[in-house]
């Protein structure tokens, strides 16, 4: 029974966030055909990657 009423805080991060109430992003969408706005990738400590089409990109 511990932590009833919390658990909402344990869900997935949100990949948006409200900023002076307005919607900011934060992941970075896939861009490559088939995707686009809407597919997140996974943000990694060196790369993105996404999940749906299998790209990935270095950051610089
Ligand atoms: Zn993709």
């Given amino acids: ?3 009833s009423g919390e658990n909402w805080k344990k ?3 949100s990949k948006y966030a409200i ?3 307005k919607l900011v992003r ?3 969408v896939c861009l490559q055909p088939g995707c686009g ?3 997140f990738m996974a943000v990694h ?12 990109e270095k950051n610089e």
């Fill in 45 to 56: 400590k060196d790369r993105k990657h996404c999940g749906r089409c299998g790209y990935s």
């Fill in 11 to 13: 869900a997935k991060p």
């Fill in 37 to 39: 706005p809407g597919v």
């Fill in 19 to 21: 900023e002076d109430g």
């Fill in 1 to 3: 029974m511990a932590g």
């Fill in 26 to 28: 934060n992941g970075e």
